[in-house]
């Protein structure tokens, strides 16, 4: 059972573990926690916090040069200078003070996992690379390059006296035995190098290990489990077969049973993303299920009308997860966060800066609402309560705390759409939606495309039982300003037996600047738990003067 909220935290905008973890606070409590669960927010993902690769790769197009990404792991056992207090053991003990006050709090912490390849100069890149340069030296150049039935190089075949040996490789190469990078034509990840898992080495020693040697994925995943970090985001999952996914899920779950993976989904390729349903574990009952519970949504490039979201995204996801997926109204992997997409454009419209604030936060409410209200569960970058403009980008130097702070001087301003993330998210928890899969029913516009209707159900994952119905009536245009929904079309939702959110039944339609919502009656609230003496209340924060439902 899933329903996250999850708050993506990329590690450079926080720096070093010792100022966010809460261990060396006088009362033990972390910021970065109170502030998400202030927000409602259920679960915190991290970018990789492993030592980087020192090789910069070259912008497309451009002479920049950068290096250092999350994304390049150099060593996955230790926390990067920039993230680290200076000592290995003591970053372990800052992790584990962080994660027991996050279940405290009732937060879930997810680690993210990078399988597909490892940072071009990782210690065992070097040893292949010596070990093939030795061979060829030894046997004077003359080797067979040995090919997948695929036609992909997966090691090399040589004489060894008159015994026939081979050499099998643990990252993808090229017909010469080089390095083959991953990524476009116009943009390669020289940065990297990519775990060839045709080769049976790379499988072997990846994943499966044998009785000498656990696989070193499992071995990561061991790592962050014993640091408190139990749930996991799977970076281009869709790069990596299913069936070594579903080992390791496999093992992840022999070690939490409660374990969430969530897999990296946004892919034009849709047959990749599709086949990871061959991935699957048995659960309880001894049935089959997929293996991975989350896939992640590219909302961010929805207009809410066309139809390859609901008849195309989010079906694939379906298929791959066993709970649907996660929405998020932008990603680090977008070029630009929503609120820097839309600067331009909105100020084409507005000479004034106020105004463009205003939309900024209108419309920034209204995606983050269907992000939260259209998956199972959600993510939101962290600085998105905020609007921030300035990608979070993974490369160093790109973004630090400095960048935090401008962004936390914005509190109580237009721009400060945290009250709204609250009660949005509170909405969701309420519903008590968690084990549903989410299914897009309608969308499209009415009252002569002023405003955009999208309809969810929530179906149980287990029982197939319609177990709610969420409407949401948005703005398509809120820079134009406020659209009234007629007295009508409210009519028709609550004879439907769907309550407006945050307004009085019968009450006349208030004029919609962002979105409104119509869902299935909240049901009664479960007993409360008890309260925890030790959990740190949650912050206050200003009253923001930004739109307010």
């Known amino acids: ?14 720096g070093s573990i010792r100022d966010w973890s809460g261990m060396d606070t006088p009362d033990g409590n972390s910021w970065l926690l109170d502030s998400a669960a202030d927000m409602k927010f259920n679960a915190l993902w991290f970018s990789p916090m492993s030592v980087t690769s020192g090789i910069e790769k070259k912008v497309h197009n451009t002479d920049k040069v950068l290096g250092g990404s999350y994304y390049a792991a150099r060593d996955h056992f230790k926390l990067d200078p920039e993230f680290s207090c200076g000592d290995a053991e003591r970053d372990r003990e800052h992790l584990r003070h962080f994660a027991a006050q996050a279940k405290e709090k009732g937060i879930s912490l ?106 070193l994925f499992k071995q990561v995943i061991d790592w962050h489990i014993d640091n408190g970090f139990t749930n996991f985001r799977c970076d281009a999952a869709y790069l990596i077969p299913p069936e070594s996914w579903q080992e390791l ?17 946004l892919c034009l390729d849709q047959n990749k993303v599709q086949r990871l349903s061959n991935a699957v ?21 929805w207009d809410f009308k066309s139809d390859w979201m609901p008849k195309d995204e989010v ?38 800066t106020a105004r463009q604030d205003k939309a900024t936060a209108e419309i920034s409410i209204r995606n983050y609402a269907l992000s939260v209200l259209g998956g199972n569960s959600s993510y939101m970058q962290m600085g998105y309560e905020f609007c921030n403009e300035k990608q979070n980008g993974v490369f160093k130097g790109q973004v630090s705390p400095a960048d935090w702070q401008k962004l936390e001087a914005l ?41 955009i209707r999208v309809r969810v159900e929530f179906i149980d994952a287990d029982t197939n039982v319609k177990k709610a119905d969420i409407v949401l009536v948005m703005n398509q245009k809120p820079e134009k300003g406020p659209v009234a929904l ?49 959990a740190a209340p949650a912050i206050k924060r200003k009253a923001a003067s930004g739109p307010q439902p």
């Open 1 to 14: 059972m899933t329903g996250h909220r999850i708050y993506y935290v990329p590690p450079r905008l926080t």
């Open 110 to 215: 997810y680690a993210d996992l990078v399988f597909n390849h490892v940072a071009a100069d990782h210690p065992l890149v070097f040893e292949e690379n010596a070990a093939i340069d030795a061979l060829k030296a030894k046997v004077n150049g003359k080797y067979d390059v040995i090919h997948s039935d695929s036609g992909k190089v997966i090691g090399m075949s040589y004489k060894d006296g008159d015994e026939t040996k081979q050499m099998h490789f643990k990252f993808r190469r090229t017909e010469n035995l080089g390095l083959l990078f991953g990524g476009p034509a116009e943009d390669p990840w020289t940065d990297v190098a990519q775990v060839n898992y045709s080769s049976p080495e790379a499988r072997r020693y990846f994943v499966y290990g044998d009785e000498n040697h656990k696989g």
């Open 249 to 265: 899920i496999t093992y992840a779950h022999s070690r939490v049973p409660e374990t969430v993976f969530m897999a990296e989904t």
């Open 281 to 301: 574990i048995t659960d309880d009952n001894g049935n089959d299920r997929p293996a991975f519970d989350l896939g992640m949504l590219g909302f961010f490039w």
């Open 315 to 352: 079906p694939r996801v379906q298929k791959m997860s066993k709970y649907g997926g996660a929405g998020s109204p932008d990603t680090h992997d977008t070029v630009d966060t929503l609120a820097g997409a839309i600067k331009k454009p909105l100020s084409k419209i507005f000479n004034d």
């Open 411 to 451: 509190q109580g301003t237009t721009r400060d759409i945290s009250n709204r993330i609250r009660d949005l998210n509170q909405l969701k928890e309420d519903l008590q939606l968690d084990n549903c899969r989410p299914v897009m029913k309608e969308y499209g516009t009415i009252q002569d495309g002023g405003l």
């Open 486 to 534: 007629t007295d009508a079309n409210r009519a028709a939702f609550e004879k439907e037996g769907l309550v407006c959110h945050g307004a009085n039944a019968g009450q006349p339609a208030m004029p919609i600047a962002d979105v409104r919502i119509f869902h299935t009656p909240v049901p009664a609230a479960p007993a409360p738990k008890a309260a925890n003496s030790n």
